[in-house]
């Protein structure tokens, strides 16, 4: 049986529009590689916000914590996901948004 069972859509601007801004213009494919981490993580758990810390984002996609916290820094900033923690040491929800729609 094949390791992956599901197909997720993704909407066109994310493709088409959301990558170009990030990876050409801003200069930060972290940034849309974590968006789109985040992105079919939602999708497959019905857009519920995703805990994540630094280190699981890292382990997830390969990229250092430090490169992890930045592309956060300009996802929030772009108001593409929305970040909430209990507590400074509590593990932080994701909220993936989609303006566009």
């Given at each position: 049986m094949p390791r992956f069972r599901e197909t997720i859509p993704v909407d066109d601007y994310v493709l088409d529009v959301l990558m170009r801004d990030l990876v050409a213009h801003d200069r930060q494919p972290a940034a849309y590689l974590i968006y789109l981490y985040l992105y079919?993580?939602?999708a497959r758990d019905k857009w519920q916000p995703i805990a994540a810390s630094l280190r699981a984002l890292s382990e997830a996609t390969g990229l250092?914590?430090?490169g992890v916290q930045t592309a956060l820094e300009k996802l929030r900033y772009r108001k593409l996901?929305?970040?909430t923690a209990a507590h400074a040491t509590a593990i932080p929800l994701h909220c993936v948004l989609r303006h566009w729609r």
């Open positions: 079919g993580r939602a250092s914590k430090s996901i929305r970040t």
